[in-house]
């Protein structure tokens, strides 16, 4: 198999050496006001070669030395014209305007293995082209994606550098499986391309999101398909653009805790249960009566302290393109580096990308692409899946906000019995107890042919590899949690997986016109895709107590296992996946009025078993071109240029699922190993009862949409309508433990997407010196659960709990008739005031008690850790019918979901003579965020000498003036007229109403002002074609009603059942920029 | 265009199709190299060998069987759980009080059907496998995996038939299985197929010095005694689900007749197994890479080590001796405490047994032996101190012990008085010989041994409790004797003597006062006599009633001793004995709720 690709690659390569022979034609392009116009794009009609105007206007061009030549030229705001040159040297060619173009830029369109026109396109399609993405100084281009397309959603999930990025199209149908759409890159599968790619390398983007429409990607396309293409070189003469630009970004929004005389007074109360807690309390703060120094301490913002910094990002891009006639070049190189705004913490990458196209002949078209890269993502966030304490937002938040004599030790040196009290480690000192390196050193090559067999018969091929290295070296200090499990010596993890992966895909285009009007492509194919990946992973325990982590990377070998104690077994393993396909498409249009595309696709995997392995994905889509009818010319409407109306109907798969699924393996390791002597015999285990009947996830989709342009063009836009249905979705099923597993996978689910989708884009204004553009768009989605599958008594199952992880329990629930991501816990009932309590006087003690009013419901066992309710608790409202007031886990309900009612986003676009500006805006409406936050910051749990929320400051209030302990009603009464918080639970975190909020938000996400010199000055430099300064502020502010730091934070993303959870999620930040772009 | 070109491109193009489209079926099937098929590793002695081992894997870990070891077996008339009682943790599991979400239950529970269900993969593996198409006497190896696949499947059937009665059995590997919810079988069934089946594994099998294996692998000595043990539970009381009563088979002589025979073959044999001169060496052997056990008495342990949840476990760490974080071992013990009267049980100057059993000792911060008070003596058996770790941790490493020669002995002395209705020459000899050792030094004092069968009986009945303290064995002895009521009564009733100093606890003191002696391991006995006890040893200040007051002398620090115990620690409903237990219910703990939620057809035990 390589040697087979060596060998196509050497012949390939070898196939460049011819070129035909050519004459030199020389000419120079003029606009509406006579000027020269620069950077007109020229090309030879029958060959697609072709070359751009330089500053002068003027351009030199290749063409065959001997017959008449077509040139089509075009350029932007002006109508694409031919011109035939027949024996002349030199021409002058006049451009006129034309503003109906001026909107459909995008004429081309990627529908997968092929190219059409937009009047063409019969699937639902959303593009974007590299002026979208330009203005945007980040990393990956996903970032610069969010609210751009109409039913694609694009989700950071929170402020880290080099953060996971969430794409979903059309809402996403798996609930096990992994619903990221697929992503091709100039032909080939290049997994995550969006967070891979920087904006300066993107030509188009084209997501295909009707299932008709990713029907040609088969068992892949259920997600929706994302097409890239990179910038290719263009003209003649080589062009020089460079691109630089620095920023600093700065933390935006903090949370408000409780300053010193606050916390302590908080800590005293909490002290007042026992005299042991007093005594401790006496010693930590000192006596009661001196508690108001503590208004005077100065107060220490650790959230400023660890995420305040400056910090800075610069990036680097040079781009060299150029071409002949016959071959064209670009390469581009970046560096870019950024500071986290959280103390070590960053991200640094660089990458050189470059792509070569060739014209051999008429014939024969030849192209490659390489690209390398390395990024280094610095540091271990804040959130992490595990448990709570693996979640480290908490040591900034949580931390005693004042320095006091004889504390400063725990502020500055690690304190292990006040971190098993406390559960806390001094910020600094936490974020620098792990260092972690996440390294991705990647290629992607690929190579393509064209071959022309008879003219309207096309061969084409390309082969890509793409090999990814993902080496990620953790070191964990002797202050960490996992150290202190290991004889508090440092730990080190160091794993390392990569991936290969190989595509080829080949096809044959054959396009033909039957009669005069029925125009004929047929598209046929064949293709493979195999990735293997290799994964090892090793823990290092017991490091000697002083090692740097640059000296535990570079020599794991000085660990030293106490007596008796072993290292974990190094671990590796290996996975691959097979993928072989054939499709065909076949389109029909008559008269450029009705269209039509069937496009069936077989594929086999290696995912199923044998008899499960292929499956046949059928799709259809009818166009209509309303205003190419005769009919509609005769109505005249001068206002509407365009319509057209859409129907697909199609079937796709999902394949992102676990591989082996099928087939029962056994797994050999450690964990199943016997200690037969004094070292663990390996043993074998079982990974799962396989279920051999395992098939695909199947996606059925049905989209009705129109297409129009009215007002000559100054408004175009489009309306989709959508329906997805997926069936025999793969879901763990409970089986009875006593078969030695608790779960088994089987095809039983079904979920549904419907929505709708608006993309509207109007030139507002368009006169020669000022142009206002606007896009918007707005995606509606309403999903659902169909099935879960039989509960254990062959009943319909209507829900089951899911656990986000690290706080809170079961906090979602899958439920049937609701959406995927349900928030699941009580409803917050405030506190339970006077009014709800008995109060009976004790003259012995001089005190009173309190017991319930009956019917008031008592939330002691689920809330307060099974303490009877006292005036200012936590109250929660009794939900179920069953039983007494007492509330249990049957009152847990449903509370919300961070699906939006609707998302999307505004771009506006202005330009005055040679300044630009541009406002980006996305947007979510109706989806809740579930601050699990604020569950760990308002309570008390196990752990004193936290500090909490400032909402806190304001609990209820038991302690009089003197520091004692009120229980009289009357003076409770008066002491908490003005409290509205309640006493912070001692119960295990929960998830109640109170944590989920509003999440909805309108973002500008990108301010861009550039100023560009004026092309008549830059002519005199005779060095520059382009100089352009600009000033950005991404991320300039959110309007929202939440109370987190963001409220889009999603770091539960793994599982496709816990979404919108923000739980120590590292706050995102405002970012300043200042570039220069220029060219020569 | 070149006619080279043309050439070279419709090559090219050929070319690619071709390589990938003409070994397509082929191409799909993908195999990674890091997981092998079931099928093909029976093809191989080395990778049963491999499967094998998953199989004995689920013996230890956190959810092994030292859950039933050191939780699941308590409380019984010589040690219980430590702590107060909650309904959901392992205090509610010694209390005889387990809620069916006890946390306790569920992990060990399924993870006795995960062995099950890797034994079974074995036992079909190896009994399709090519190589073993000729049987045993092809392929000894093999045969010999298959029978210590058998016996770790009939250990794991054992192990829930003893706490849960009747279970579902499982005896094909469940992908098999048409229906994987299916009801319980009874006990006496799932015992009598596993009777069966270690039948057939003891053919199987060879002897210890045969075997390459040390004893953490069963031999066919080690399989002849688990038969005999598990032929006598089932020859004794078992609980019958549908209504739910303690009762024995009409036909129990039949199995004290197998137990019988198979301790005779062994005892037979006393060059593979015989009884270790030296008492404590049997536990010390168990704590560290020394054997001292050259008798090969330990028939069959569970082999621990590397110190970590899977493959290791908390023996030493979670019970035994009581040992202060801040001294020079590190923490360890105090997670089962003994029954005061279990001390007084034991002839206090003749029987070495007693100090091996009962730590009436701890060690404090500053690595000194010092006293406990009467209600806080730990099990003796276990000590980090034994073992090479020290520091915090928690896996040290140390078997446990699922059958020694010992048993085989009492275990013979029992059937052949029950099948004969009186003890044998035979049955006394090994009652005997087990008494000889414990009075080592001192066996004039050995009481004389029964010659009618009630006598004889009871003497079993107390030599079995004096011979396995803490050894997981009591509670199901008692179980089949259908004697957990009486005994329990009967405990209760000598604690409130002791409590009171009511005969024959008339010189228990009140008080102790102890003084701090340097801890240096040697044997249990010398330990125990170098404490520094105002009025002497615990030998003789634990045995008079000294001054009664709780102001000790000058130097000394007072521990309560029959002080210690009140009414609470007897019949209170936090930390009393065994409160909750209830004859012909509580035998049996509740199915977890979990495994109900998923199996619809199993019915909860009667009584939770």
């Not at chain 2, 000194?368 to 073992?387: H, P, Q």
Request: hydrophobic share 35%; with cysteine.
């Amino acid at each position: 198999m390589k040697k087979t690709l060596l060998q196509v690659l050497l012949m390939l390569f070898f196939c460049m050496s011819a070129l035909a022979q050519t004459r030199q034609l020389t000419g120079k392009v003029f606009g509406k006001k006579n000027e020269t116009l620069i950077g007109v794009t020229i090309k030879i009609k029958s060959t697609g070669a072709g070359t751009a105007t330089d500053m002068n206007g003027a351009f030199k061009l290749n063409v065959p030395a001997s017959g008449n030549v077509t040139l089509v030229v075009t350029y932007i705001g002006y109508k694409s014209q031919e011109v035939a040159v027949t024996n002349q040297n030199d021409i002058v060619i006049n451009m006129l305007e034309d503003e109906a173009k001026m909107l459909n830029e995008v004429t081309v369109v990627n529908i997968g293995y092929s190219t059409v026109s937009k009047n063409a396109l019969t699937g639902s399609v959303s593009s974007v082209t590299d002026k979208d993405v330009k203005d945007f100084p980040v990393a990956s281009v996903a970032e610069a994606l969010a609210g751009k397309l109409a039913g694609v959603s694009v989700q950071t999930s929170e402020g880290a550098p080099g953060a996971s990025i969430k794409v979903t199209v059309r809402g996403g149908g798996s609930i096990t499986g992994d619903n990221s759409p697929l992503y091709i890159v100039d032909g080939i599968q290049v997994e995550n391309a969006l967070s891979i790619l920087s904006p300066q390398e993107i030509q188009s983007i084209d997501v295909l999101k009707d299932i008709a429409s990713t029907a040609i990607y088969g068992a892949r396309g259920a997600n929706g398909v994302v097409l890239i293409t990179t910038k290719s070189g263009a003209g003649q003469t080589p062009k020089v653009s460079i691109s630089t630009y620095l920023g600093v970004r700065k933390f935006v929004h903090e949370l408000d805790v409780m300053k010193p005389s606050d916390f302590v007074q908080y800590q005293y109360q909490i002290a007042t249960g026992s005299q042991s807690d007093l005594d401790a309390y006496n010693k930590e703060y000192g006596a009661f009566s001196d508690i108001d120094i503590y208004k005077n301490y100065p107060y220490i913002d650790w959230q400023q302290a660890v995420f305040g910094r400056n910090a800075l990002t610069q990036s680097e891009t040079i781009n060299i393109s150029g071409g002949t006639q016959a071959a064209s070049y670009s390469f581009t190189a970046n560096n870019f580096k950024e500071d986290g705004i959280q103390l070590n913490s960053g991200f640094n990458r660089g990458f050189v990308a470059f792509r070569y196209d060739t014209k051999l002949s008429d014939k024969f078209k030849f192209g490659f692409n390489i690209r390398y890269s390395r990024q280094d993502v610095i540091g271990a966030g804040t959130s992490s899946t595990g448990t709570q304490s693996s979640n480290r937002l908490r040591n900034a938040v949580r931390f005693r906000p004042f320095s006091a004599p004889g504390l400063e030790s725990q502020v500055d040196q690690f304190d292990p019995t006040y971190a098993t009290y406390t559960n806390l480690t001094s910020p600094l000192i936490g974020t620098y107890s792990i260092t972690k390196n996440n390294y991705t050193n990647q290629v992607i090559g690929s190579v393509n042919a064209q071959y022309t067999i008879l003219p309207r018969l096309i061969l084409s091929s390309v082969i890509g590899i793409t090999s990814t290295d993902n080496p990620i070296n953790q070191f964990s200090d002797s202050t960490t949690s996992i150290a202190r499990q290991y004889g508090d010596l440092p730990v080190v993890d160091l794993s390392a997986s990569s991936t290969l992966t190989v595509t080829n895909s080949n096809t044959l285009n054959y396009n033909f016109t039957v009669g005069r009007y029925h125009n004929i492509t047929l598209l046929a194919g064949e293709e493979i895709n195999q990735s293997d990946n290799n994964s090892q992973a090793m823990e290092i325990k017991w490091m000697p107590a002083d090692i740097t982590p640059t000296q535990a990377f570079a020599a794991i070998q000085k660990a030293t296992p106490p007596n008796g104690s072993i290292q974990d077994a190094p671990t590796t393993s290996q996975t691959g996946t097979r993928l072989f396909s054939l499709f065909a498409r076949a389109s029909y249009s008559y008269k450029d009025k009705y269209l039509a595309n069937v496009t069936v696709r077989r594929d086999g995997s290696s995912l199923f078993s044998p008899e499960n392995q292929y499956a046949v994905f059928p799709a259809g889509q009818l166009a209509w071109r309303v205003t190419e009818e005769e009919f509609m010319k005769k109505l005249n409407l001068t206002w509407l240029d365009n319509l057209k109306v859409r129907l697909s109907y199609g079937e796709g798969g999902n394949n992102r699922i676990g591989v082996d699924l099928y087939k029962t393996l056994f797994t050999a390791g450690s964990k199943s190993g016997y200690a037969v002597s004094q070292s663990v015999t390996p043993g074998f285990a079982p990974n799962a009862l396989a279920n051999p009947n395992i098939k695909w996830e199947t996606t059925i989709s049905r989209n009705l949409g129109v297409d129009f342009d009215i007002f000559k063009g100054r408004i175009g836009g489009s309306v989709d309508v959508y329906k997805n249905n997926v069936r025999d979705l793969l879901l763990q099923q409970q089986i009875p433990s006593t078969s030695g597993y608790s779960t088994q996978i089987q095809n039983i689910g079904a979920t549904s997407n419907q929505g709708v989708e608006l993309q509207l884009n109007g030139m507002a204004v368009n006169t020669r010196n000022f142009r206002y553009n606007i896009n918007f768009n707005i995606s509606f989605n309403r999903n659902k659960i169909v099935s879960l599958g039989d509960d254990q008594y062959g009943n319909p199952k209507s829900s089951y709990p899911v656990a986000s992880g690290g706080i809170n329990g079961n906090d979602f629930i899958a439920q049937v008739g609701g959406p995927v991501g349900q928030f699941y816990g009580y409803v917050s009932d405030g506190r339970y005031e006077l009014s709800d309590f008995n109060a009976t006087y004790h003259s012995s003690s001089n005190s009173y008690t309190y017991v319930l009013k009956p019917g008031v419901a008592n939330d002691a066992a689920v809330a307060l850790g099974a303490k009877y309710p006292q005036p200012g608790d936590m109250k929660l409202k009794k939900m179920s019918t069953t039983g007494d007031s007492t509330l249990t886990t049957a009152d847990a309900v449903v509370l919300g979901t961070s699906q939006p009612k609707f998302f999307g986003g505004i771009n506006q676009q202005f330009s005055y003579k040679n300044f630009d500006l541009s406002i980006f805006m996305n947007y979510s409406v109706g989806n809740k965020e579930y601050n699990a936050n604020r569950s760990e910051f308002t309570t008390q749990y196990l752990y004193k000498d936290n500090n909490m929320l400032a909402v806190v400051a304001n609990r209820w209030n038991k302690i009089d003036a003197n520091g004692n302990v009120v229980t009289d009603p009357k003076l409770l009464a008066q002491m908490n007229a003005n409290t509205t918080f309640w006493t912070p639970p001692t119960g295990q975190y929960i998830l109640t109403s109170y944590e989920i909020e509003d999440g909805s938000f309108l973002r500008i996400s990108n301010v861009t002002l550039g100023y560009s010199l004026p092309q008549s000055f830059l002519s005199r430099t005779k060095i520059f074609s382009k100089f352009r300064v600009y000033a950005t502020v991404n991320n300039l502010y959110t309007f929202t009603k939440y109370s987190g730091y963001d409220p889009e934070a999603s770091t539960r993303n793994g599982n496709p059942l816990t979404p919108g959870v923000d739980y120590a999620a590292y706050p995102r930040n405002r970012f300043f920029i200042a570039g220069v772009d220029l060219s020569f | 265009m070149k006619t080279s070109n043309i050439k070279l491109s419709v090559a090219f193009a050929c070319m690619t199709i071709l390589t990938f489209t003409s070994s397509c079926k082929k191409y799909l099937q993908y195999e990674s190299q890091s997981t092998i098929s079931q099928a093909v590793a029976f093809t191989s002695t080395s990778y049963t060998n491999t499967a094998l081992i998953g199989a004995y894997s689920l013996l230890n870990g956190d959810a092994g069987l030292t859950k039933e070891a050191t939780i699941w077996s308590l409380t019984a008339d010589d040690f219980k759980t430590s702590g107060s009682y909650s309904a959901l943790d392992r205090r509610g599991v010694s209390m005889y009080a387990a809620d069916p979400a006890n946390t306790e239950l569920p992990g060990a529970f399924n993870n006795l059907y995960v062995g099950i269900e890797r034994a079974n993969i074995c036992i079909k593996g190896i009994q399709t496998s090519s190589l073993y198409s000729s049987g045993p006497t092809g392929n000894p190896e093999m045969g010999r995996y298959l029978g210590e696949a058998l016996a770790l499947r009939s250990l794991y059937h054992f192990v829930l038939v003893r706490n849960w009665g009747s279970v579902v059995a499982q005896w094909v590997p469940s992908s098999d299985q048409p229906a994987l919810d299916v009801p319980v079988t009874a006990g006496t069934a799932v015992l009598d197929h596993v009777l069966d089946d270690l039948k057939t594994a003891e053919g199987l099998l060879p002897w210890r010095s045969d075997s390459p294996f040390p004893d953490t692998r069963f031999s066919k000595g080690a399989v002849k005694a688990l038969r005999a043990r598990i032929a006598l539970f089932r020859g004794g009381y078992m609980m019958d689900k549908p209504t739910h009563t303690m009762t024995r088979s009409a036909n129990y002589l039949d199995y004290y007749k197998i137990a019988d025979q198979e301790c005779a073959d062994l005892m037979a044999r006393r060059d593979e197994h015989d009884l270790n001169p030296v008492y404590e060496n049997i536990f010390k052997t168990l704590h560290s890479t020394t054997r001292q056990d050259p008798t090969n008495e330990l028939m069959f342990e569970i082999g621990a080590y590397g110190g970590g949840s899977y493959t290791d476990d908390k023996l030493g760490y979670y019970n035994g001796l009581r040992i202060n974080t801040s001294s020079a071992y590190g923490q360890g013990g105090g997670g089962i405490l003994c029954i005061p009267t279990y001390y007084y049980e034991f002839d206090p100057s003749a029987d070495c047994r007693r100090d091996v059993t009962i730590n009436v000792d701890q060690i404090d911060a500053n690595t000194m032996m010092i006293m406990n008070t009467l209600t806080n003596m730990t099990d003796g058996k276990f000590r980090k101190s034994w073992t090479t770790s020290t520091g915090i941790n928690q896996y040290l490493s140390v078997h446990w012990p699922v059958i020694r020669f010992a048993d085989v002995l009492l275990m013979f002395a029992e059937a052949e008085n029950e099948i004969n209705q009186n003890p044998t020459p035979a049955a006394q000899s090994a009652l005997l010989e087990i008494r000889t050792r414990a009075y080592v030094g001192h066996t004039s004092a050995i009481p004389a041994i029964p010659t009618d069968y009630p006598t004889f009986f009871q003497a079993i009945v107390k030599e079995r409790l004096l011979e396995f303290g803490g050894e997981a064995i009591r509670k199901y002895d008692l179980m089949r004797w259908n004697l957990m009521g009486s005994k329990f009564a009967e405990t209760r009733a000598k604690m409130e003597a002791l409590m009171n100093g009511q005969a024959p606890y008339n010189n228990v003191p009140l008080y102790v006062y102890n003084k701090p002696v340097p801890y240096a391991v040697s044997n249990s006995t010398q330990e125990v006599g170098s404490m520094n006890n105002y009025g002497g040893a615990p030998n003789t200040s634990l045995f008079q009633p000294g001054l009664g007051t709780s102001t000790a002398p000058t130097g000394y620090t007072t521990y309560n001793w029959r002080k210690d115990l009140s009414e609470a620690a007897i019949s209170g409903t936090s930390t009393g004995f065994a409160t909750f237990f209830i004859s012909n219910q509580k035998e049996v703990f509740p199915f977890p709720s979990t495994v109900l939620l998923q199996n619809t057809k199993i019915i909860q035990n009667y009584g939770y």
